[in-house]
């Protein structure tokens, strides 16, 4: 970074604004992503319990398999695909937290960064959240100034 264009500390906080809406962004996605597959595995509970209660009955489900052995290898596979979907969404809500996290962390970040001296001071605090936060991990397609300094030796 030259001094020819430097940086405002207004500038600053506006990025910290910025990623903070981000990762809200890409929270509120994940959230409905996870929420679809939480009414996915709603469904597949309901047909599971109503294929069981069939065959505790004794009658046929049009869709099951013929035969005892292909019902429970049919319910085997239902199972293990309400497990699988389980635990993606387990992993949805974990990376939610953490976005949820940053987001809030940059927010604060903001406020702390409104109250410095300097610019300089300002990029040197915001560097070494996003060091410490592992920052650029949340964004795939946008540089942090973590990166930023890196790249320009400065870090």
């Known amino acids: ?88 969404a387990e992993a949805k809500q974990a990376r939610m937290s953490a976005f949820r996290g940053l987001s809030e962390g940059y927010a604060d970040l903001a406020e702390d960064v409104e109250t410095a001296d300097d610019w300089r001071a300002a990029l040197d605090r915001i560097v070494s959240f996003e060091r410490e936060r592992d920052a650029p991990a949340y964004f795939d397609d946008r540089q942090t100034l973590l990166e930023a300094a890196a790249e320009a030796g400065e870090e």
């Open 1 to 88: 970074m030259s001094d020819d264009d430097p940086l405002t500390v207004a500038d600053l906080v506006e990025y910290c604004r910025t990623q903070a809406a981000l990762l809200s962004g890409r929270t509120e996605t994940l959230g409905a992503e996870t929420e679809a597959l939480l009414d996915e595995i709603d469904d597949d509970i309901a047909d599971l319990r109503s294929r069981l209660a069939a065959r505790s009955t004794g009658t046929e489900t049009p869709d099951a398999p013929s035969g005892p052995d292909g019902e429970v290898a049919d319910l085997e596979a239902l199972e293990d695909d309400l497990e699988e979907k389980r635990a993606v």
